[in-house]
């Protein structure tokens, strides 16, 4: 970066020094803050709902938009004298072109910064809503979330708790326990506005009667879900008297929820749902929860917009075969590391968990698969082919060397 603007000198604040060397204390703190920026979205990745890394991810984006604020406009502030001496011929074409490649990735940096620091507003933004919905909800049916631990899940009702859940789960949350509330028939839609509606002024008894409502009007359509014949209690009958809605209907649900969640989660027309649904369950078979199933399967489909659904379906299949084969296998994780390794190979996802599988089976630790990727990009930099990459991983476990990172490094310095 610093080789941009070598040779050039500028006066600042009526000091003469070296562009480069008037922007070194900035570039240092861009390095720093990058990072450790990378660190904790590594931690991210596998934790995304946890507070202590986003709160240090919001705090480091915040410093990188300050700190790239500064150098460019020092950077603007030298840019005159640049392109007068560009025309006087005090410096060369080349080091000209090179301030201005300088000037534009700086300002590439601080958008990305700032977008980067928008979205996770955006993201605080709903999950203050998220949250706000469900805490009208609970107060006006004089509930709470551990209420519908049944058809949430434990995890789930304990990131509510502690607030470590992500808008989608709050947005999953309410859809599962709306459904519960009103029956499957009941407009989700009005729900969320009856809810919002206290914000508007109205008060908590109003929004128990528009409940109500919502709930008789689902009702009437009580015998609509398949051919199942059987009642549906509504919101006052199924709180008040704690009893809730037959298992038959409850598995209905899951199935209508799944939909619902798909819908809300993938950006896919009718017929690719009914493969992503079919996809879940054949996952679900190899022991992998649902949710997880989900997760992962939505992640296939979200990393690789551009393949057929046939293709990822298969292979996030595949991947549920080898999460059930080897323990410790995350099946989520195991669906973002495919993927990584794949761009970073250049193969298909396929051939990615063909890799991870014969590793797999020599004994590499399946908590160490982040590696792969991450050194295997350093390695094929460094000329290595990508047979030459899985040698030394399997190096790594013939000679009991877990630490891999270590090896890794080892190799990279010969």
């Known amino acids: ?149 049944g058809v949430l ?47 508007s002024g109205n008060s908590l008894q ?38 809730g809605i037959s298992e038959a209907v409850e598995e209905a649900l899951d199935y209508a929820d799944l939909n619902t969640t798909i819908d809300i989660s993938f950006d896919v027309d009718e017929e690719a749902q009914k493969t992503i649904i079919e996809t879940i369950r054949t996952v679900e078979s190899y022991g992998v929860d649902t949710e997880a199933s989900l997760e992962g399967v939505r992640r296939q489909w979200a990393l690789n917009k551009n393949a057929t659904d046939e293709n990822n379906s298969a292979v996030a299949k595949l991947a549920g075969t080898v999460t059930r084969a080897y323990s410790g296998v995350d099946f989520t994780e195991l669906i973002q590391e495919t993927n990584e390794i794949a761009a970073t190979f250049k193969i298909s996802n396929e051939e990615a968990l063909g890799l991870v599988d014969t590793l797999l089976k020599t004994g590499y630790p399946p908590d160490q698969l982040d590696t792969i990727a991450e050194y295997g990009d350093q390695m094929i930099r460094a000329g290595f082919e990508a047979e030459k990459v899985q040698a030394v991983m399997q190096a790594g476990v013939d000679t009991k060397s877990w630490n891999i990172d270590n090896l890794l490094d080892k190799t990279l310095s010969l």
């Open 206 to 243: 109003e929004v128990r009667r528009e409940l109500q409502r919502i709930s008789d009007e689902a009702s009437e359509a009580e015998n609509s879900i398949g051919d199942l014949e059987v009642g549906i209690e509504n919101v006052a009958g199924a709180l008040v008297a704690g009893g």
């Open 1 to 149: 970066m610093a080789s941009r603007i070598k040779g050039i000198t500028i006066e600042l604040d009526a000091n003469t020094s070296s562009l480069e060397g008037a922007l070194s204390n900035v570039n240092k703190k861009s390095k720093d803050l990058q990072n450790e920026l990378k660190d904790v979205e590594r931690l991210l990745k596998f934790n995304p709902n946890s507070t202590a890394a986003l709160a240090q991810k919001q705090e480091l984006l915040t410093g990188a938009v300050q700190n790239t604020t500064n150098k460019l406009e020092q950077l603007k502030r030298a840019e005159a004298q640049v392109q007068q001496q560009f025309e006087r011929g005090d410096i060369s074409q080349e080091q000209y072109r090179g301030f201005q490649r300088e000037l534009a990735q700086t300002e590439q940096a601080l958008q990305g910064y700032q977008n980067s620091l928008s979205d996770m507003q955006q993201e605080q933004q709903k999950v203050a809503e998220g949250t706000r919905r469900l805490t009208t909800f609970f107060d006006a049916a004089g509930t709470s979330v551990e209420d519908y631990a």
């Open 153 to 199: 899940n434990q995890r789930l009702v304990r990131a509510i708790q502690n607030g470590t859940a992500t808008s989608r789960d709050l947005e999953y949350a309410f859809q599962r326990i709306g459904r519960e509330a009103i029956g499957s028939e009941g407009d989700i839609n009005q729900l969320r506005t009856a809810l919002n509606s206290v914000d």
